[in-house]
T-cell receptor, first 116, second 112 residues
């Protein structure tokens, strides 16, 4: 099973450029999430989608937008990249009843993004 | 404020030397505590969920326990392949959804 698949794995951008990070899961999960991981800090939630057709802000949403394209796919877009957005980005999904589920989240292997 | 603190930040063990990792938390409305393993260049891999104080879970050389204020991940007779970063995350209900709060992790190195 593929689980959670993220593309691309690596990306270098210049300040001001835009890009979209893609995420797809094949576990039929309702909820999907985007996190960023920075050295010395815990994973921080950017946006989440409790179910198809809904999205909500997490802890650090500024500078990002998301789209829940269908039940399988959840994309993260940087409209105008800034050096502070250099990070490793992880997508995750979980089963159960949308945002109220306490089922474990399952993660992809991340996108390593550098902004110069 | 909801908070998760892991200690130590880094731990070096000899193969076979048992030890414990700590995860202390302050959250309102605890819904669950999760342990993950993360290898370099990979995403977190789910290990255990603990839902209530007194609960214990085991998997091979790993055993997770939970009290009302902290969780321990006990590693018995570790092997070099147990080297990884171990992440603790607490799930709390807030604003109508279950928020997952991560600690910064403990980097474990097991040497032969």
């Amino acid at each position: 099973n593929a689980g959670v698949t993220q593309t691309p794995k690596f990306q270098v951008l210049k300040t001001g450029q835009s890009m979209t990070l893609q995420c797809a899961q094949d576990m039929n999960h309702n909820s999907m999430y985007w996190y960023r991981q920075d050295p010395g800090m815990g994973l921080r939630l950017i946006y989440y989608s409790a179910s198809e057709g809904t999205t909500d802000k997490g802890e650090v949403p500024n500078g990002y937008n998301v789209s829940r394209l269908n039940k399988r796919e959840f994309s993260l877009r940087l409209e105008s990249a800034a050096p502070s957005q250099t990070s490793v980005y992880f997508c995750a999904s979980s089963g159960g009843a949308g945002g109220y589920s306490n089922q474990p989240q399952h993660f992809g292997d991340g996108t390593r993004l550098s902004i110069l | 404020e909801d908070q998760v603190t892991q200690s130590p930040e880094a731990l070096r063990l000899q193969e076979g030397e048992s030890s414990s990792l700590n995860c202390s938390y302050t959250v309102s409305g605890l819904r669950g505590l999760f342990w993950y393993r993360q290898d370099p260049g990979k995403g977190p891999e789910f290990l255990f969920t603990l839902y209530s104080a007194g609960e214990e879970k085991e998997k091979e050389r790993l055993k997770a326990t939970l009290t009302k204020k902290e969780s321990f991940l006990h590693i018995t007779a570790p092997k070099p392949e147990d080297s990884a970063t171990y992440l603790c995350a607490v799930q709390a209900q807030t604003g109508g959804y279950n928020k997952l709060i991560f600690g910064a992790g403990t980097r474990l190195a097991v040497h032969p």
